[in-house]
């Protein structure tokens, strides 16, 4: 099955820097890569995806991009805030028979000091 | 928009009870699936479902039961709590479009359970 790795497992930035977190992925069949947030005591929530046909993908302070020959994608904050600080998951997905599974790394403590 | 929403938010059981988290989602979600979060280990998939009927097994299925005899309804099923399963526990919806498969997941709020 699909084997993703996240790194790192804790970054801290001041206020206004940049964050980067960095996966890995094993299935060359995986064509959808999700980032999730996870704020202190709630369920995660998509904050960007990417697919296999698009190499970047930006929305506003917050862009992704993805190198399918290296199989790995990459989550860029830019200008960061206190409100960034949480806990953010990626993952990655196929077709066929794991259409609707979704395979998480282990996740990045970002913190945001003011 | 109530989403995904589990039940209980908290749990505490004593080692061999068994209990139900329950899941319902009202977004008519063709999949759904059980993760569970322990501290460095990331999102877990215990159980997953690709609709009513269907269901299988996930990375980490020892322990637990599902079915779904509902598009809405996903319970997880503890037969026999153990110590090894407190966690806390997510269930997601999603669905897949003709167009570009793979969609965004939505989570429910969690079930923190503690077993002692």
């Known amino acids: 099955g699909e084997n993703v790795e996240q790194h790192p497992s804790t970054l801290s930035v001041q206020e206004g820097d940049s964050a980067v977190i960095k996966c890995t992925y094993s299935d060359s069949a995986s064509n959808y890569f999700p980032w999730y947030k996870q704020e202190l005591g709630k369920g995660p929530q998509l904050i960007i995806d990417?697919?296999?046909?698009?190499g970047e993908k930006k929305d506003q302070r917050i862009a992704v991009t993805l190198n399918k020959t290296a199989k790995h994608f990459s989550l860029h904050i830019t200008e960061t805030q206190p409100e960034d600080s949480a806990v953010y998951f990626c993952?990655?997905?196929?077709?066929?028979?794991?259409?609707?599974?979704?395979?998480f790394g282990r996740g990045t403590q970002l913190t945001v000091w003011p | 928009n109530a989403g995904v929403t589990q039940t209980p938010k908290f749990q505490v059981l004593k080692t061999g009870q068994s209990m139900t988290l329950q899941c319902a989602q009202d977004?008519?979600?063709?999949?759904m699936s059980w993760y569970r979060q322990d501290p460095g280990m990331g999102l877990r998939l215990i159980h997953y479902s690709v609709g009513a009927g269907i269901t299988d097994q996930g990375e980490v299925p020892n322990g637990y039961n599902v079915s779904r005899s509902t598009t809405e309804d996903f319970p997880l099923r503890l037969l026999s709590a153990a110590p090894s399963q407190t966690s806390v526990y997510f269930c997601a919806s999603s669905y897949s479009s003709n167009r570009e498969g793979n969609t965004e997941a939505f989570f429910g709020q969690g079930t923190r359970l503690t077993v002692v």
């Open positions: 977004m008519n979600h063709e999949y």
């Open positions: 993952a990655a997905s196929g077709g066929g028979s794991t259409l609707g599974r979704l395979y």
């Open positions: 990417i697919r296999s046909n698009v």
